[in-house]
T-cell receptor, first 111, second 118 residues
Framework: QKEVEQDPGPLSVPEGAIVSLNCTYS??????FMWYRQYSRKGPELLMY????GNKEDGRFTAQVDKSSKYISLFIRDSQPSDSATYLC???????????FGQGTELSVKP | GAVVSQHPSRVICKSGTSVKIECRSL??????MFWYRQFPKQSLMLMAT?????????EQGVEKDKFLINHASLTLSTLTVTSAHPEDSSFYIC??????????????FGPGTRLTVL
């Protein structure tokens, strides 16, 4: 069993839709949770960073962490075609620790 | 924001040759750099962690004699794939972390290098 599970998609939505991306994990020691966006043939770009449980909002993006369920989410409001990319969740046990990535979800936002 | 560059962005080589990939932090000093490998539609897999001035720490299953890592300065790390074979064809991505971790402790990723071994 992988430490981090993420549905690879692909996920296709119309422009303006609310997108929900999710990851589950098995190791309760994870405390730091991140979402990265990766455009085709590019390196990942950090979108959101969360410590422990709770919500964090940044513009159209909201990250949620539920440690009791070992479940994290990224919501994208008013999705745009420019949001089309692969979204990777990542987590670590301690600050500066090794990042464990999910498989990535491929998102396509259609105009 | 912090910028990490990689060179080359794409390389094609013959089987049996060695290939060197450079990773540079352009506007900050990186005491720690990471090398990842990513197969199509798959996640990033950490290969090794390198700290400036010391030997790299390799993940289980990664051959240190095949994937040579040198972190000679605070802004440069290199990955050399020795005696490359077609199964080494992949997307190699580096990341760099500043020396003094803030709360975010962010890893900044390079744009990646696509290696194709014929």
């Amino acid at each position: 069993q992988k430490e981090v599970e993420q549905d690879p998609g692909p996920l296709s939505v119309p422009e303006g839709a609310i997108v929900s991306l999710n990851c589950t994990y098995s190791n309760s020691a994870f405390q730091y949770f991140m979402w990265y966006r990766q455009y085709s043939r590019k390196g990942p770009e950090l979108l959101m960073y969360t410590y422990s449980s709770g919500n964090k909002e940044d513009g159209r993006f909201t990250a949620q962490v539920d440690k009791s369920s070992k479940y994290i989410s990224l919501f994208i409001r008013d999705s745009q075609p420019s949001d089309s990319a692969t979204y990777l969740c990542a987590m670590s046990r301690n600050q500066g620790g090794k990042l464990i990535f999910g498989q990535g979800t491929e998102l396509s936002v259609k105009p | 924001g912090a910028v990490v560059s990689q060179h080359p962005s794409r390389v094609i080589c013959k089987s049996g040759t060695s290939v060197k990939i450079e990773c540079r932090s352009l506007d900050f000093q990186a005491t720690t750099m990471f090398w990842y490998r990513q197969f199509p539609k798959q996640s990033l897999m950490l290969m090794a962690t390198s700290n400036e001035g010391s030997k790299a720490t390799y993940e289980q299953g990664v051959e240190k004699d095949k994937f040579l890592i040198n972190h000679a300065s605070l802004t440069l790390s290199t990955l050399t794939v020795t005696s490359a074979h077609p199964e080494d064809s992949s997307f190699y991505i580096c990341s760099a972390r500043e020396g003094t971790p803030e709360f975010t402790d962010t890893q900044y990723f390079g744009p990646g290098t696509r290696l194709t071994v014929l």
